[in-house]
C-alpha cells in the first residue's frame, strides 16, 4: 500500500482546514487509503529564512531534518490549502521552501477550499509553485466553495457533508492516481 501523506497548510486561528482534513482522511479511510496528516500548525516550522536556497544546500536545521524525513518518506501528498487574498498561506509557502530535492518528481494532488472559488486562485498559485520544485501534480483539482449557508453562526459547519460531499469523487480520484 502506498504511503499517502496531506499537508494541512493553514495555521491561522479559528481554521476550517483540520475540520476539512479530518473529514477527507475519513472518506479516504472509507474507500481503503490510510491518509496521513501532517498539520504545519502542531509541526510548527520556524519561519524560513535560509541564507541558501534548498535547491543549492539542503537546509541543515532539525526541524528542517524532520519535515525533509516526513517528505521524503511519502509516496504521494495531497496539498490541502485555503485561499488568503487570491493566494495560498504564507505557512504553506514557508513549509515547501524549507525543501527542494524531497519535492522532485513526487506524486501530489491539491484540495482547496475559499469563498470565491474555492481556491481557485490559491490553486493556481501552488501549481505554479509546485512545478518549480518539480513535483509530479495528478488531478482533477479539487475546489471546495464555501458560502453564507456553509456555516453556523459559532463558525461551525453547517452540514459537513453537503459542503463537501460533492468533491469526494474527485478527490478519491486523486488518491488512486497518488498511489499508482
Do not use: C
Not at 39 to 67: C, G, Q, R
Not at 105 to 125: L, Q
Not at 149 to 163: K, L, Q, V, Y
Not at 164 to 173: A, E, T
Amino acid at each position: 500500500m502506498s504511503k499517502l501523506k496531506i499537508i494541512v497548510g493553514s495555521i491561522r486561528e479559528n481554521r476550517n482546514a483540520r475540520t476539512v482534513a479530518d473529514w477527507l482522511v475519513s472518506q479516504a479511510k472509507d474507500a481503503g487509503y490510510d491518509l496521513e496528516i501532517l498539520d504545519l500548525k502542531e509541526i510548527d516550522l520556524p519561519k524560513f529564512n535560509s541564507p541558501i536556497s534548498p535547491m543549492y544546500a539542503s537546509v541543515d536545521t532539525p526541524e528542517a531534518k524532520a519535515w525533509a524525513s516526513q517528505i521524503d518518506d511519502a509516496d504521494g501528498i495531497v496539498f490541502l490549502t485555503s485561499e488568503y487574498n487570491r493566494s495560498i498561506p504564507a505557512s504553506l509557502k514557508d513549509a515547501i521552501d524549507y525543501l527542494y530535492g524531497e519535492w522532485n518528481d513526487k506524486k501530489v494532488s491539491i484540495v482547496s477550499y475559499g469563498w470565491t472559488d474555492g481556491g481557485g486562485s490559491a490553486t493556481k498559485h501552488l501549481t505554479d509553485i509546485l512545478n518549480w520544485v518539480k513535483t509530479q501534480i495528478v488531478g482533477p483539482e479539487v475546489a471546495i466553495p464555501f458560502t453564507g449557508a456553509t456555516f453556523a453562526e459559532d463558525g461551525s459547519f453547517n452540514d459537513i457533508d453537503a459542503t463537501l460531499g460533492g468533491v469526494k469523487d474527485d478527490f478519491l480520484i486523486q488518491l488512486k492516481a497518488l498511489s499508482e
